[in-house]
């Protein structure tokens, strides 16, 4: 007749204290099968476990710790030496770099105190603080306005030679078209000969006042100042005995008795005396008498 082991034998048989476990997960696939004898109750109860998903997934966990395991060990075999390496590159490196004997560098950085010079090895060199006296900054002040009055004396300088190049541009005698002085630049607004119930002993040239007036010909000027009628005149006696006249000036630049060049500059226009504008009023007297000036002008090659 056949046996049947209790739950309770097979647990003692296998060895396993999951076996009541394991039994109650295959029964619930089924009811319970018996057994004849125990080397088909330990079959069956590994074809069990196998069979059983959960059981798999333990089996995985458990094969997974040990390789772990067996893998930390081997990381702490070996990662002292890769370490110990990497240190030694770092120490030589460090030390190259830093002028430092290499057995005073360590994982951790250098053992002994860098040299004093090590920053300026590295290019920061700290500036030195420059601190000015009193006698330094007086006589930074002084070549301060040695240096400004030398700037105004040029400047001052330069204006005026400026302005005397422009005087003598202006006073050069200017060559008219017919190759005689420039007299004055302007433009005739009355001629010689009645008017107004009166005679006009010259010509007016219209100018603006102040516009420099040439003296024609060479000569003696006999007349620099007040004069009725004209404000104030200049006349010049040149050398055939004519006597040219100039009225209604702004100023006269020069005196009596004095001789002149021509093409001197020896007044300017103006609009004094009995005038209705700035003009030049020139006249020519030959004999005592007054002419018409034009052609004795014209005759010389005056420009006007």
């Not at 069990?48 to 710790?65: D, F, I």
């Not at 920061?124 to 002084?142: R, T």
């Not at 001789?259 to 504008?277: K, L």
Request: hydrophobic fraction near 45%; glycine fraction near 14%; charge should be neutral.
């Amino acid at each position: 007749m056949a046996r049947h082991r209790s739950p309770s034998g097979r647990r003692a048989h296998l060895g396993l204290p999951l076996t009541a476990a394991l039994a109650a997960a295959g029964a619930g696939g089924g009811a319970a099968r018996p057994r004849s004898h125990a080397t088909s109750s330990t079959v069956a109860s590994l074809a069990e476990l196998t069979a059983s998903a959960p059981l798999r997934v333990v089996a995985a966990v458990v094969a997974g710790g040990a390789l772990a395991a067996a893998g930390q060990q081997a990381l702490d075999g070996t990662l002292p030496s890769v370490l110990d390496g990497l240190g030694e590159a770092l120490g030589a490196s460090t030390a190259a770099t830093l002028d430092v004997p290499a057995d005073q560098i360590t994982p951790t950085g250098v053992t002994a105190e860098l040299p004093q010079a090590a920053p300026a090895a590295l290019g920061h060199v700290a500036p030195e603080p420059q601190i000015a006296d009193a006698a330094s900054l007086i006589k930074a002040a002084d070549l301060y306005q040695a240096a400004a009055k030398a700037t105004a004396d040029k400047a001052a300088a330069d204006k005026a030679a400026a302005d005397k190049a422009a005087a003598d541009k202006a006073a050069a005698p200017a060559i008219s078209a017919g190759g005689g002085i420039q007299m004055i630049v302007g433009q005739i607004t009355s001629g010689f000969g009645g008017r107004w119930g009166t005679v006009h002993q010259g010509l007016d040239i219209a100018a603006p006042i102040g516009t420099p007036i040439h003296v024609p010909e060479g000569g003696t000027v006999i007349s620099s100042g007040p004069a009725s009628g004209f404000g104030l005149w200049v006349r010049v006696q040149h050398a055939d005995g004519t006597i040219t006249v100039y009225g209604h000036i702004n100023r006269s630049f020069v005196k009596v008795g004095q001789q002149v060049a021509a093409g001197d500059v020896i007044a300017e226009t103006g609009n004094r005396g009995e005038s209705t504008g700035p003009h030049l009023h020139i006249g020519v007297m030959q004999n005592g008498s007054y002419v018409n000036p034009k052609p004795w002008l014209d005759a010389h090659g005056i420009g006007y």
